[in-house]
């Protein structure tokens, strides 16, 4: 994990995405970008979230399968 990125600026850039998700419902990408967010910040249960979200908008992403597959092997970790 890097930790030179701020807990401020990652709290900063996930209300960013909020709002472009909320602008934008249908954008698979700005799903699968908050749920990299999430993992960066360890939210393991809201990375799932997104990256399901995104999933279900994008059904042919494998990349997001393998994400969502990684963000609950480490809930299952804790």
């Known amino acids: 994990v890097n ?3 701020s807990p401020v600026f990652l709290k900063n850039e996930e209300e960013r995405l909020i709002i472009e998700i909320a602008k934008n419902p249908k954008d698979p990408n700005l799903y ?3 749920g990299d967010l999430y993992v960066e910040m ?3 249960i ?3 979230e997104s990256y399901e979200a995104a999933i279900e908008l994008n059904l ?3 990349s997001l399968k393998q994400k969502l597959s990684k963000s609950l ?3 299952t970790q804790k």
């Open 3 to 5: 930790n030179t990125i």
């Open 32 to 34: 699968e970008s908050l």
């Open 42 to 44: 360890s939210s393991f």
């Open 46 to 48: 809201d990375a799932k």
């Open 60 to 62: 042919q992403n494998e």
């Open 73 to 75: 092997e480490k809930l």
